[in-house]
């Protein structure tokens, strides 16, 4: 039964135009395995995507004990019943077959399968005999936005009460850990403030390096039925590729890499000089208006014409589109999360909405979207270098509060410096002072910048590992224990997706072979390792999913990312609910920031701050006499060239992303027929211009390389601006045969092969988006397209280039 | 040579000395990624420092030799990047980054306080030109104190607990 279609050529499927105000109409999606009928499915149970952070919520058909494919649920908030093409497809991923289906540890240098027993047991000997030897200074954890909240929460208490370690974070690290600290700097704390609905009231919708067409495809959806009704709303785009978002777009503004911050002053000096800006709304709820006016006003769009590349008219034409909004939306991704000065744009968006009072109502908000489909529970746990409930680690009675909470002493959670980053570990690892890392659900191996470094590291004999996963990734293969993980649908669980909606996976089929969820394996963990609050009780005794979520809801009352009216039944019984959901918010909290800005006074807020140029924290006293009241702060912040220019040797920018049809390092999409067909081999964007400079063409093999490694990859000529190149970055080793690494001695497969390692010094968030690299001809093709996708940002320029 | 004339030529060469110790940190903890980015980013702040108290100092008849052509140190940069490199596999340099961090702060404290006091001269003669200078200046030497102060608190736990364990 699959009416829905082929939704690999046609990604988007039909539209259902509407107008601003009205309700968006449902369009349920289905895709079912050959073969079997609706009416045949044994049971349906109820779900929500786990291959992006938009949150669309479904139903698993079961037949047979095996997940038979889904259906998107009408009723829910999110998706109105649509799915994305992952979605559709991507249930298919869990019964492969090369799962992992036993635990195997390293023996002689090889992985040996071996029973539950042996592995735990050579994990808790190991911890205990660092704890011993070094302390909790010896041992981190690195997860993921893959996992569920309860999930997180465990492995928090874990890491922070248990272990007592410093040394925790999630890959959303490289994925959102800037649209928390956005959050964090202007509003206090982090917290969405927008919601999808916005998209159905603005009348301009500002995208800064958000290629939604393929991160969100189910929003974009919602973006183009917005289009095709009457009054549609007028797209702004910043993107230096031709994505279906800039094809659409009123005004498309593609600049070079690293200059988001000059784009966005001159578009703030715009909106101050042509005084559009909410003076009231300004004087009431904000501090810093002076200084950030101050900061752009020699910021003038000729000026940023020359740094950014872009016409001077064009950013004016966009400045009058965002200046004349009256209902505002805006939405951030990689482009400038990913990207030089990342923080400091990201804040001037948030900027861009205080100055202009466009906040807290229908069609006035900001989405600082997330990457990965439970990113938001990464964050609000304290899985992501944050203590759990959004609590501020510089704030002693947060702590303490923590810990009440715990039943520990607050000296026992590490709070005498920040949490260390990924990035960080990942360094103290190399140094050989972090010895023990616990890798859940994430791949480091492929995901990570300068990846001749990270394989070097995991490698080092002195960094004793553990990969937690579904499949025998790049990661796991240099691992010292490998732990067989129950995928999505095999395991229950909730997540929250970047509009703070709330949704309950329940377990459909079982786990193939031993493998077993993520939460029992950390459950057995803290059983063995015999952890302790200080009445001498086991300090975490909650035994099941659910029992996790409730004590994860008296860890989040009276925080912003309030759970407690939210129930498993409720859940079930109903679809997605935003959070607050509380006893004066039962139905959940569509909006935040309505009346005012309530998280940031100096008491309550989840951080005080950091300079955006330095990174270097602001101390309470500080903030307390900066913004005694508790206002959004408007932060000011100049441009700085990027760390790594273009050069003769290296003249072109290099920009990695994702498409529409792999999600992460494709683990999971790699092994959908569909998806991995769709674009089964990784590929190189070039201009037409910047092609026939040097001499190539559509179909040549080419390399790509920079001063850490380089890629060889088909050449695809598209629109991209001139003068940079663009690399995929899914594609890793599983599937060639050397399953971890490059052949000796020849370029890669991964674009992180190439990337450099860079981090913003706000966020910590990796900078994938600037680089220098240069490009030359392996060998001429014979005139077969490139492997790459045709109708998403990789679309080709010349006409007749087929494919997908 | 009055009390301007030595606090500008004071300043002139603790910005000047500034720049070169991050630029020289920058490249000494190269494999330090933070460190070495940021560091950059700081030093950019001093040269511009130095080419303003040059341009102010012409005022006030001195004359300064303005910020070195050649702040970065040349061609065995490269050579102790690579030392960097093989070294930064061990614990032990990161005692060596504490102590550049302390030195970069006191080295930032002294110009901070050679801006207020110049700042202070400035406003008891009400000199607006002195006066500009300083308040476009001192506040990212403050920011300089910070970053350095944030990292050392930061890094400090795991650099001064861990060095001498594990070792093979």
């Known amino acids: 039964m699959n009416a829905t279609g082929d939704r690999i050529a046609n990604p988007w499927g039909e539209r259902t135009p509407y107008e601003p105000g009205s309700a968006w109409a449902a369009r349920t999606d289905v895709r079912l395995r050959e073969g079997v009928g609706e009416d045949e499915v044994e049971r349906w149970v109820p779900s929500a995507s786990l291959l992006h952070s938009n949150g669309d919520a479904m139903d698993i058909a079961v037949h047979g004990g095996r997940i038979a494919g889904v259906r998107g649920r009408a009723v829910d908030r999110v998706n109105r019943g649509r799915l994305g093409p992952k979605d559709l497809y991507g249930w298919q991923a869990g019964a492969s077959p090369d799962r992992l289906t036993r635990p195997m540890v390293r023996e002689g240098g090889r992985l040996v399968e071996c029973d539950w027993e042996h592995a735990m047991g050579r994990v808790v000997a190991r911890t205990k005999e660092l704890l011993e030897e070094q302390g909790p200074s010896a041992i981190g954890f690195y997860t993921t936005g893959q996992l569920f909240l309860e999930e997180y929460y465990t492995l928090a208490v874990i890491a922070r009460a248990g272990i007592g370690t410093h040394h925790l974070d999630g890959n959303t690290r490289l994925c959102t850990s800037t649209a928390a600290e956005a959050l964090k700097e202007t509003f206090g704390c982090d917290g969405q403030p927008g919601s999808y609905d916005d998209v159905d009231h603005a009348d301009v919708i500002a995208l800064f390096g958000h290629n939604m067409a393929e991160t969100q495809p189910v929003l974009w959806m919602r973006v183009l039925d917005r289009l095709e009704g009457a009054a549609p709303p007028r797209l702004v785009c910043v993107d230096p590729r031709p994505t279906p978002v800039a094809r659409r777009a009123a005004v498309h503004l593609a600049p070079r890499a690293g200059t988001n911050v000059a784009l966005l002053n001159a578009l703030l000096h715009e909106i101050i000089r042509s005084d559009r800006v909410d003076h009231d709304f300004v004087a009431a709820h904000t501090v810093g208006y002076e200084e950030l006016a101050a900061r752009v006003e020699e910021c003038t769009p000729r000026w940023a014409a020359d740094v950014c590349d872009v016409p001077a008219a064009a950013i004016e034409a966009a400045a009058e589109h965002l200046g004349t909004a009256e209902r505002l939306l805006s939405t951030v991704l990689q482009g400038v999360y990913q990207s030089h000065q990342a923080t400091a744009a990201a804040v001037q968006v948030n900027n861009l909405h205080l100055i202009r009072g466009m906040l807290g109502r229908p069609g006035a908000g900001v989405l600082q979207m997330n990457g990965q489909p439970s990113a938001e529970n990464t964050r609000e746990c304290g899985a992501d270098g944050d203590l759990p409930g959004f609590r501020n680690w510089q704030n002693d009675e947060h702590v303490a509060d923590l810990a009440r909470i715990w039943n520990v002493t607050p000296d026992t959670i590490p709070h005498y410096a920040p949490p260390t980053h990924a990035m960080q570990m990942f360094r103290y690892a190399e140094q050989g002072t972090l010895r023990m890392l616990w890798i859940t659900g994430t791949n480091p191996a492929v995901s990570l910048p300068e990846l001749s470094r990270i394989r070097s590291v995991l490698t080092d004999e002195r960094l004793f590992t553990v990969v937690q996963d579904l499949f025998p990734t790049e990661t796991a293969q240099l691992a010292d224990v490998v732990l067989p993980a129950a995928a999505w649908g095999e395991k229950t669980g909730t997540l929250t997706n970047a509009d703070r909606t709330v949704h309950l996976c329940d377990k459909a089929v079982e786990p193939p072979g031993e493998a077993r969820s993520d939460l029992d394996i950390l459950l057995e963990f803290a059983a063995r390792m015999d952890f302790r609050d200080q009445d001498d009780r086991p300090l975490i005794r909650w035994t099941d999913a659910e029992s996790a979520f409730e004590a994860w809801k008296r860890c989040s009352a009276g925080r912003p990312c309030d759970y407690t009216g939210i129930t498993y039944d409720r859940l079930r019984a109903g679809s997605g609910i935003q959070w607050p959901c509380t006893d004066r918010a039962p139905e959940g909290t569509e909006r935040l920031y309505t009346d005012g800005i309530t998280w940031a006074h100096p008491d309550t807020c989840e951080s005080y701050g950091k300079d955006l140029v330095t990174g270097a924290s602001v101390e309470p006293v500080e903030y307390r006499s900066l913004n005694p009241d508790g206002k959004a702060v408007i932060k000011a912040a100049e441009y700085l060239p990027p760390h790594e220019d273009t050069t003769p040797d290296f003249p072109l920018q290099l920009t990695t992303g994702r498409t529409l049809y792999h999600f992460h390092t494709r683990t999971k999409t790699g092994r959908v027929p569909e998806l991995n067909a769709a674009a089964p081999e990784v590929w190189a964007e070039l201009s037409a211009a910047e092609a026939a400079d040097h001499g190539l063409a559509e179909g040549d093999l080419v390399e790509v390389a920079t001063p850490r490694g380089a890629v060889r990859a088909r050449l695809r000529v598209t629109a991209i601006r001139d003068g940079m190149v663009f690399l995929p970055f899914h594609y890793g080793y599983w599937d060639t045969p050397e399953g971890n690494h490059p052949a000796d001695d020849k370029a890669g497969r991964a674009a992180n092969e190439t990337t450099i390692t860079d981090w913003d010094p706000v966020s910590k968030q990796p900078l994938f988006k600037t680089a220098a690299a240069r490009i030359t001809l392996v060998e001429h093709g014979d005139g077969t397209p490139a492997p790459a996708p045709t109708v998403t940002a990789s679309a080709p320029v010349q006409e007749g280039v087929s494919g997908r | ?168």
């Open chain 2, 1 to 168: 040579m009055n009390g301007v004339h030595l606090t500008l030529r004071e300043l002139h060469k603790g910005e000047r000395a500034l720049e070169k110790a991050l630029l020289a940190a920058a490249e000494r903890h190269h494999t330090e990624h933070e460190i070495h980015h940021v560091a950059h980013d700081l030093a950019r702040w001093s040269h511009e420092h130095t080419t303003r108290i040059t341009e102010a100092a012409q005022h006030y008849a001195l004359d300064l030799s303005g910020p070195s052509d050649h702040p970065a140190p040349g061609p065995l940069a490269t050579l102790r990047e690579k030392a960097a490199d093989t070294v930064g596999r061990r614990p032990e340099p990161g005692l060596l980054l504490l102590r550049d961090l302390r030195d970069l702060h006191l080295a930032a404290a002294e110009n901070s306080l050679h801006w207020e006091m110049l700042a202070q001269a400035a406003q008891a003669t009400r000199d607006d030109r002195l006066l500009q200078l300083a308040s476009a200046c001192h506040p990212q030497t403050l920011r300089q104190m910070r970053w350095t102060n944030t990292m050392i608190k930061n890094l400090s736990p795991q650099l001064l607990t861990t060095v001498g364990v594990g070792k093979e």
